[in-house]
């Protein structure tokens, strides 16, 4: 069994703040750090770190060659990237508050130069049972998620960021949901569904894809899978917070890669869980990420 992530990669200009940018205000920024991101690649990192051999497809421009080297150094392939002339890496531009908390403005660059070809070489080297992962950050990913479902890929989606374009997807075809309440609510267009309703979202998002698997994200609320019969409830693991950016992707790679080696879903969701916490209390994106040792071996207050 096999895992594809087709999805983006960034460089991500991250400013230190006092407090977020206001219309027509003019701050100065503490510091700016440049780091290796987007969803895709923070996710890949996250599965490479967490032991699981995988695959990353897709694109940047002549300067995103720190990018792939990260990706390699991760243990992810790399072969199916493409290089492409006269194109921007995808970047974005991250406001981080004294809080940790963080805003983000995204230009997809050559995340958006995703062609035919490109897919249907990449798909041609995975089979039935294999794995795809997921995000909203590349384009063609309705073509994508089809010729996937044609060859018998199971699909993981992270509809992250959330637009209209989701909305447009295959969802159907999905055999993995993880998603945050937000993201949730506004695939069932219920945008005023509180925070403690946790449990009625997965249900009423599992009557509408019978054939996927549950798992929301809560915040401090830890998180909730659902597949129809299970249910389970995972706690957050608290530490400092630095910088929240890839938390949510580092939980997403650490629990498909229990999935991917046999783990039960509880355990998945627990080191998934320690690994989002051990990310928050350090700075940037995918240099955030821990390896599977760490998290084995951290110590949470």
Same mark, same amino acid.
């Given at each position: 069994?096999?895992?594809?992530?087709?999805?983006?990669?960034?460089?991500?200009?991250?400013?230190?703040?006092?407090?977020?940018?206001?219309?027509?205000?003019? %701050?100065?920024?503490?510091?700016?750090?440049?780091?290796?991101?987007?969803?895709?690649?923070?996710?890949?990192?996250?599965? @490479?770190?967490? @032991?699981?051999?995988?695959?990353?497809?897709?694109?940047? @421009?002549?300067?995103?060659?720190?990018?792939?080297?990260?990706?390699?150094?991760?243990?992810?392939?790399?072969?199916?990237?493409?290089?492409?002339?006269?194109?921007?890496?995808?970047?974005? +531009?991250?406001?981080?508050?004294?809080?940790?908390?963080?805003?983000?403005?995204?230009?997809?660059?050559?995340?958006?130069?995703?062609?035919?070809?490109?897919?249907?070489?990449?798909?041609?080297?995975?089979?039935?049972?294999?794995?795809? =992962?997921?995000?909203?950050?590349?384009?063609?990913?309705?073509?994508? !998620?089809?010729?996937?479902?044609?060859?018998?890929?199971?699909?993981? /989606?992270?509809?992250?960021? !959330?637009?209209?374009?989701?909305?447009?997807?295959? =969802?159907?075809?999905?055999?993995?949901?993880? /998603?945050?309440?937000?993201?949730?609510?506004?695939i069932l267009g219920m945008e005023s569904i509180s925070l403690k309703d946790g449990e009625e979202i997965v249900r009423e998002l599992y009557k509408i894809y019978?054939?996927?698997? +549950?798992?929301?994200?809560?915040?401090?609320? @830890?998180? %909730?899978?659902?597949?129809?019969?299970?249910?389970?409830?995972?706690?957050?693991?608290?530490?400092?917070?630095?910088?929240?950016?890839?938390?949510g992707d580092t939980y997403s790679g650490f629990f498909i890669a229990g999935i991917l080696v046999g783990e039960a879903v509880e355990k998945a969701m627990d080191m998934a869980a320690r690994a989002a916490g051990i990310a928050i209390s350090r700075p940037g994106a995918a240099p955030s990420?821990?390896? %599977?040792?760490?998290?084995?071996?951290?110590?949470?207050?």
């Amino acid at each position: 069994m096999k895992v594809l992530n087709f999805g983006s990669l960034n460089i991500d200009y991250v400013y230190s703040l006092d407090h977020f940018v206001q219309k027509g205000e003019t %701050i100065s920024s503490e510091a700016l750090h440049i780091f290796p991101g987007g969803k895709g690649l923070n996710q890949s990192v996250a599965l @490479g770190r967490a @032991g699981v051999s995988v695959s990353h497809a897709g694109a940047v @421009g002549k300067d995103g060659d720190f990018l792939l080297e990260l990706l390699k150094e991760s243990c992810v392939d790399t072969k199916y990237i493409q290089v492409l002339e006269g194109v921007q890496t995808g970047t974005a +531009i991250i406001q981080n508050d004294k809080s940790g908390d963080n805003c983000i403005i995204l230009y997809s660059g050559a995340n958006h130069q995703i062609t035919k070809e490109q897919i249907e070489n990449t798909l041609s080297d995975f089979t039935e049972g294999d794995f795809l =992962l997921l995000q909203n950050e590349i384009n063609a990913t309705d073509s994508i !998620m089809q010729a996937a479902h044609e060859r018998g890929l199971k699909i993981v /989606l992270n509809p992250s960021p !959330m637009n209209e374009k989701i909305l447009a997807l295959p =969802l159907q075809y999905v055999d993995y949901f993880i /998603l945050n309440e937000v993201e949730a609510s506004q695939i069932l267009g219920m945008e005023s569904i509180s925070l403690k309703d946790g449990e009625e979202i997965v249900r009423e998002l599992y009557k509408i894809y019978p054939r996927a698997k +549950i798992v929301l994200t809560l915040g401090a609320d @830890g998180s %909730i899978y659902y597949d129809g019969e299970s249910l389970y409830r995972q706690r957050v693991y608290k530490t400092e917070v630095v910088d929240t950016t890839a938390a949510g992707d580092t939980y997403s790679g650490f629990f498909i890669a229990g999935i991917l080696v046999g783990e039960a879903v509880e355990k998945a969701m627990d080191m998934a869980a320690r690994a989002a916490g051990i990310a928050i209390s350090r700075p940037g994106a995918a240099p955030s990420i821990p390896n %599977i040792e760490e998290v084995l071996e951290f110590s949470f207050k």
